[in-house]
């Protein structure tokens, strides 16, 4: 413990000292988390902004954060300025560079993209890296190469350089994160000697423009590209829409709408990323997001497009008036309709980056509406699993329980078996990525996963499971996505690429902590939108868990958190028996709720030892399936059963094997419905029931599991079980049919 907060102080005064020995040199510097600045206008400079707007910019962040702190407007060079900066609860932040305010421009060679290697390649064809350009290795494995722009040309598009050279550009309206900086998860951006080197050539000068093949990979600035517009047509577009009655943009997104705006920003991450993430240059915002909108719908109207700007808070405020910065008025929207008419060609598309062959042809787009010949002539969808029957992909799931019905120990349980690919309660289990989101004690979740993989024998997860134990609010009142809801997707979806698994599962433990500062009682359409845009924006279900009401009702709060997700799992457990239960509520969409029927129940498990040298028990959830035989006094003492001997020869194996697996189908078919030949039943499982078995025998525990796997394939030969599964991990038997 004393050395992570040796470290955890280490890592945040070099962050502190690094941001003030840049603000000395003049380059405009700002606290960010590594990827979402963390303060408002961080891409001009603070001593440029006039007193009027600090104020406003100040009271709207007072109101969004309820004034919890104090709140820095705009990047600054000023060492002073930063002390205070960095400060709770910015003191975990790294020193990120404004790019305008630095007149600097940054080539970010994207790892994703194979950028790193293109543009290199590109370099050594004219010579190399142009002398005195600052070369950064980024956290993931790319590349900034940053260069100096002393009249701001440059914006955030990379026009042809990011198709053909995987590479993003940062100009006026971006910024990147500096070098030397230290991240929370110890990943860094160089080191203190490019650090150093990169502010000796910034003082002296000597940091080179953008070489002309670059400038010509890019394009000139699609801002200036478009100056011939026609006054009258201008002057007609503002009449139009001064005269119009500017619909709401969400009535446009309705189901029988003009819009399908939730599809389009699933489908397109660059467009995505700017609505959730807008800049602080409202023009470029505007301009970028009218040029994907009138890509996506080509017949969009002026009007239309005026609905979606007013809708948006990255697009300014909108004014009657003459616009100061920040704001704009009928006059900037006719000229981005029209400048976006005049730029896009027939075929040209903004669609979501990936890593596809470009001449991979586009998906087509699903008609709003469709008649029943042609809907009955499309191919049909299949639900998809996680948990067989119980937990699908793509969907929202409220999990409710009482105190003490052991809700975080149930959860874990089948988040654990998703990670790794192992049946849970007989069910197929299709592996996948798990973040578990613990907010009431993650250090109590911490000690349950250790005691699950003590009793399960399983210790190596390949990252497949992801505990989220950081602060995190899902509730913004704008309806927007907070930061922490980017941060959950981001790490889903990194972690996916990473492992090249889907994202299954996402556990929020639990509603009460997550919604603040919101209420379950007021709130709960808002936290469950936050929910679907998580399910949409990674493919996982996203299970939250939380409580009935006293009264006996199944969800507390809000209607929306039973009518606006696909269904409700309720939790209970009798305290005389100890024994729970897992059943579907009223509503459940996703599959048959009848299949839905599952016991278990709280067994303690002892990871260590405390001072006095007693035990540590830890508490987890195991099927109530599994037999509860004793050999002690111990607290199940009365359940003993009296069993006969039984003979341990090498044929008589296999036949106990049997004997347990088919104890086990039966008592899961009994409680789920499921036919006996469709339960599935994991390796490690079947060798932990035969040990139980033994013991209850009088027999000595196997300890090596290739004896057990060995007689597993002996029974898979005599065609008495089948085996399921395709890798080590996740293999799995069930009884021949």
């Known amino acids: 413990m004393v050395d992570r907060i040796d470290q955890t102080n280490a890592r945040r005064a070099q962050n502190k000292s690094n941001a003030m020995a840049l603000a000395r040199a003049g380059i405009a510097v700002f606290p960010s988390n590594g990827k979402i600045p963390l303060i408002k206008l961080y891409n001009r400079l603070d001593s440029e902004i006039s007193p009027d707007e600090r104020e406003a910019v100040i009271a709207r962040a007072h109101e969004e954060r309820k004034g919890a702190y104090t709140i820095f407007v705009g990047a600054t060079t000023d060492h002073g300025t930063v002390k205070r900066m960095w ?24 790892v994703k993209f194979n950028g790193p290697e293109l543009i290199a390649k590109l370099f050594e064809e004219h010579g190399g890296v142009p002398e005195g350009a600052p070369v950064i290795t980024t956290q993931s494995g790319g590349r900034h190469y940053i ?18 050279y995987g590479c993003d550009v940062r100009g006026r309206g971006g910024q990147f994160v500096a070098p030397g900086s230290w991240r929370e998860d110890n990943k ?22 953008l070489p002309d093949y670059i400038v010509e990979l890019i394009g000139k600035p699609v801002a200036d590209s478009v100056d011939d517009i026609a006054p009258s047509v201008e002057r007609e577009i503002i009449k139009r829409l001064e005269q119009s009655e500017i619909p709401d943009w969400e009535e446009l997104c309705t189901p029988l709408g003009e819009y399908d705006f939730d599809k389009f920003q699933v489908e397109n991450a660059e467009f995505k990323k700017l609505y959730d993430e ?92 469709v008649g029943l010949t042609e809907l009955l002539a499309e191919p049909e969808t299949y639900t998809r699993w996680i948990v067989k029957h119980f937990i699908a992909f793509n969907t929202t799931i409220i999990a409710a329980g009482l105190w003490g019905a052991g809700k975080t120990a149930v959860y874990l349980d089948i988040a654990l078996h998703v990670a790794l690919g192992l049946p849970w309660h007989g069910r197929k289990v299709d592996k996948g990525i798990v973040v578990y989101v613990a907010l009431e004690n ?76 919101g209420s379950d009682r007021e709130h709960g359409s808002l936290f469950v939108n936050s929910m679907l845009r998580i399910a949409n924006a990674t493919g996982a279900c996203v299970t939250a868990l939380h409580h009935p009401t006293k009264a006996g009702d199944e969800v507390r709060g809000d209607g929306a958190f039973q ?63 599994d037999p509860v035989w004793t050999v002690d006094d111990g607290p199940d003492e009365g359940n003993e059963q009296e069993v006969p001997p039984a003979p341990d020869t090498p044929n008589d194996r296999p036949i106990a094997i049997l ?25 490690g499982e079947v060798l932990r029931l035969w040990n139980i078995d033994r013991q209850r025998r009088g027999l000595s525990e196997i300890t090596d599991a290739a004896v057990c796997s060995r007689l597993l394939s002996k029974l898979v030969e005599s065609e008495e079980l089948l085996k399921v599964g395709e890798n080590k991990r996740s293999t799995a038997y069930r009884l021949a049919a």
């Open 87 to 110: 400060r709770y609860p910015n003191d975990d932040a790294v020193p990120s560079v404004a790019c305008g305010p630095a007149k600097l421009v940054v080539l970010d060679a994207d």
């Open 147 to 164: 260069f100096s722009d002393p009249d701001n040309t440059f914006t955030n598009s990379a026009g042809q350089l990011k198709k053909l």
């Open 188 to 209: 860094r951006y160089g080191d203190q000697a490019a650090l150093k080197a990169f502010i000796e050539s910034y003082k002296a000068g000597a940091i080179p423009p």
């Open 278 to 369: 807008p800049s602080a240059n409202r023009s470029d915002n505007r301009f970028s997001a009218a040029r994907r909108l009138m890509t996506e719908w080509s017949e969009m109207t002026d009007i239309h497009l005026a609905s979606f700007l007013k809708s948006w808070e990255g697009a300014g405020e909108f004014v009657d008036g003459k616009p100061r910065s920040g704001e704009y008025n009928n006059r900037q929207i006719a000229r981005e309709y029209l400048k976006n008419k005049g730029l896009i060609k027939p075929g040209e598309s903004f669609g979501a980056v990936s890593d596809e062959d470009e001449d991979e042809q586009p998906t087509k787009k699903e008609a709003p509406y």
């Open 442 to 517: 993650p250090h109590d979740v911490q000690s349950r996963i250790r005691a699950w993989c003590k009793r399960n024998n399983s210790v190596e997860f390949e990252d497949s499971f992801v505990l989220y134990r950081g602060n995190c609010s899902l509730f913004d009142p704008r309806d927007k996505g907070t930061r922490d809801e980017k941060r959950i997707i981001k790490l889903a979806n990194e972690a996916a690429e990473r492992l090249n698994l889907p994202v299954a599962l996402v556990v929020i433990d639990t509603v009460s902590q997550a919604i603040l500062p």
């Open 563 to 625: 009518g606006n997700t696909d269904g409700v799992v309720l939790m209970s457990r009798d305290k005389k028996t100890g024994l729970g239960t897992i059943k579907a509520g009223q509503k459940f969409r996703v599959g048959d709720p009848s299949k839905v029927n599952f016991g278990y129940r709280l067994e303690p498990v002892v990871v260590g030892k405390d001072a006095d040298g007693e035990d540590i028990p830890v508490i987890i959830a195991v099927e109530a399936a």
């Open 659 to 683: 004997r347990v697996i088919r104890e086990r189908v039966e008592s899961i078919a009994a409680n789920t419905g499921d036919a006996p030949d469709r339960i599935d039943i994991a390796t």
